[in-house]
């Protein structure tokens, strides 16, 4: 057999594909072959890094799972956000459609008004929150139903 003929075996040999009188054979001949047994050598750390990257494929899923989970979550936060913001501007605008002509009376007192504009933003987001608090919940609940 030729050196080429024994690197054919290489692979079999790192799989630990080969009979055991091949095996045998074949590690007799590295052991007396500078050049194969570098080439073995070469082999050897090929096959790590291929190994390694097969190990790596179901982390790379986990990885995107994190981090589809963490967009999900931004996107439900950010969707959250503007829909309070909007809310909240909605209502402090109607509830200043209701109390302009208070505040547009010069005879009513500066720190009535100012109360009248904080008590309607007040309102706004405790009202908003307690909407969202009851979405939070009703959608947790449908969640539940759809599990049983
Ligand atoms: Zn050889």
Redesign the pocket.
């Known amino acids: 057999m030729t050196?080429n003929d024994?690197?054919d075996m290489m692979m079999g040999y790192l799989d630990n594909e080969l009979s055991d009188e091949q095996k045998q054979r074949f590690e007799e001949?590295?052991k007396g072959?500078s050049?194969?047994t570098k080439?073995l050598m070469e082999f050897k750390s090929l096959k790590a890094i291929t190994d390694d990257l097969t190990l790596a494929e179901p982390e790379d899923k986990l990885w995107q799972d994190y981090w589809s989970g963490i967009y999900n979550r931004i996107e439900l936060g950010a969707g959250w956000i503007i829909l309070s913001i909007a809310a909240v501007i909605l209502i402090i605008f109607c509830g200043f459609k209701v109390i302009e002509e208070i505040i547009e009376n010069p005879n009513v007192e500066f720190l009535f008004k100012l109360g009248l504009v904080l008590l309607v933003i007040g309102l706004a987001i405790l009202l908003v929150s307690v909407i969202r608090e009851r979405l939070y919940f009703w959608k947790k609940d449908r969640y539940k139903n759809v599990q049983r």
């Open positions: 050196c024994w690197k001949h590295i072959c050049e194969c080439e």
